[in-house]
Nanobody, 116 residues
Framework: QVQLVESGGGLVQPGGSLRLSCTAS????????MGWYRQAPGKQRELVAY???????IYADSVKGRFTVSRDNARNTLSLQMNSLKPEDTAVYYC??????????WGQGTQVTVSS
């Protein structure tokens, strides 16, 4: 099993920044790609960013140029640097872990609120 724990969420004003972290433990040898998703109230969960086991990232169009995803394989940590935050970024953010066949684990989520 793989366990994922997110941290770093909070309240920030529009235009501000936050950095989210996700630490993996357990059967980490089974993890290939890792991703960040978010879910706002009344909305479906959506992909924010994904990074492969060799560090290749992809981003949702809505966050390109503002968010940066990275991973430290030696420390089993996934990060999401969020800059120029907007109210529409408000959501619960979840990290996940994947193997070549699909998702194998989800974290519990961390709340990000962007408001003045």
């Amino acid at each position: 099993q793989v366990q994922l724990v997110e941290s770093g969420g909070g309240l920030v004003q529009p235009g501000g920044s936050l950095r989210l972290s996700c630490t993996a433990s357990g059967s980490i040898a089974s993890v290939y790609g890792m991703g960040w998703y978010r879910q706002a109230p009344g909305k479906q969960r959506e992909l924010v960013a994904y990074i492969s086991n060799v560090g290749r990232p992809i981003y949702a169009d809505s966050v390109k140029g503002r968010f940066t995803v990275s991973r430290d394989n030696a420390r089993n940590t996934l990060s999401l640097q969020m800059n120029s935050l907007k109210p529409e970024d408000t959501a619960v953010y979840y990290c996940n872990a994947n193997n070549p066949t699909g998702v194998i684990s989800w974290g519990q989520g961390t709340q990000v609120t962007v408001s003045s």
